[in-house]
């Protein structure tokens, strides 16, 4: 499915900070930045990465902060009324 079709149907640009812990250094925190077209409020994208990022990645989480915004509004899209030939 192509980015328009899943803005068409809801989805929505999704940006996750998540803070974790470095394995090696359990005292000092990195930040990840993951981005994704995802449907709000449940973003079964995004968990679905923390699913795997628990189960498969030794850094502990420590907290995730989610931006969603609607880069395409219902006024976006219109349909033309006017046809013109150039050549």
């Not at 409020?41 to 420590?62: I, T």
């Amino acid at each position: 499915m192509s980015n328009l079709e899943k803005q068409l149907l809801g989805w929505r640009l999704t940006t996750a900070e998540i803070y974790y812990f470095l394995p090696d250094h359990p005292s000092i925190m990195q930040r990840f930045t993951w981005q994704e077209y995802d449907k709000s409020p449940d973003f079964p994208q995004l968990y679905r990465f923390l699913e795997f990022w628990q189960a498969s990645l030794d850094g502990k989480l420590h907290s995730v902060e989610i931006m969603s915004a609607d880069l395409l509004h219902r006024g976006d899209i219109e349909l033309s009324r006017d046809l013109a030939w150039l050549h």
